[in-house]
């Protein structure tokens, strides 16, 4: 069964930094994109960034460009997003998914407030 | 950037009602890369239709995607209590992927 289950969301202060995980199972990792997608408290979903089966190529939303750094293990499978100078608008639940976005893990919260 | 605006912004209908979601782009989308998902309370979205018009494993067949180009359409043939919920197009054609602000299905 696949699974895609996100960790390392909290409370930052502005500025901060916070490193999210994706451990997925269940199918091959190494051959899949994957996206993170985030949501903010009662807004609608919004693309972050995605990156190729072998890391190679990675794309980012102007919003995060310079600031987060999405990568993968491929023989861990896992997919992180390292978040740096965190802002308010930053605040969201975060969601990875897969190419084919048929997955989705259930979210990670992270909410940038002093 | 490939904007989506979906129509209504709000839905309001009873069960066993036909729902028509419409979600416009303001360029042209191959229809290989546009889907709709639905989305709970508290929940993941979850994916309904993609390449436009094929539904994923496990969904309804009251639910129907068409379309093309610009002009897209979700259409629930009847609605069941569990189909009240936000619904939302994606394009992922173009970089950057964007989405609709969504359209909330809600009980009349």
């Known amino acids: 069964e696949v699974e895609l289950v996100e960790s390392g969301g909290g409370l930052v202060q502005p500025g901060g930094s916070l490193r999210l995980s994706c451990a997925a199972s269940?199918?091959?990792?190494?051959?899949?994109?994957m996206y993170w997608v985030r949501q903010a408290p009662g807004k609608g979903l919004v693309w972050v960034s995605h990156?190729?089966?072998?890391?190679?190529?990675?794309t980012y939303a102007d919003s995060v460009q310079g600031r987060f750094t999405i990568s993968r293990d491929n023989a861990q499978n896992i997919l992180y997003l390292q978040m740096n100078s965190l802002r308010a608008e930053d605040t969201a639940v975060y969601y990875c998914?897969?190419?084919?976005?048929?997955?989705w893990g259930q979210g990670t919260l992270v909410t940038v407030s002093s | 950037e490939n904007v989506l605006t979906q129509s209504p912004g709000t839905l309001s209908l009873s069960p066993g009602e036909r729902a028509t979601l419409s979600c416009r782009a303001s360029?042209?989308?191959?229809?290989?890369?546009l889907a709709w998902y639905q989305q709970k309370p508290g929940q993941a979205p979850r994916l309904l239709i993609y390449?436009?018009?094929s539904r994923a494993t496990g969904i309804p067949d009251r639910f129907s995607g068409s379309g093309s180009g610009t002009d897209f359409t979700l259409t629930i043939s009847r609605l069941a209590p569990e189909d009240f919920a936000v619904y939302y197009c994606?394009?992922?054609?173009?970089?950057?992927?964007?989405f609709g602000q969504g359209t909330r299905l809600e009980i009349k």
């Open positions: 998914t897969r190419t084919t976005f048929d997955y």
């Open positions: 269940g199918f091959a990792f190494s051959s899949y994109w």
């Open positions: 990156i190729s089966p072998d890391g190679d190529t990675t």
């Open positions: 360029q042209s989308v191959s229809s290989y890369y």
């Open positions: 390449g436009a018009s």
């Open positions: 994606q394009q992922f054609g173009s970089s950057p992927i964007t």
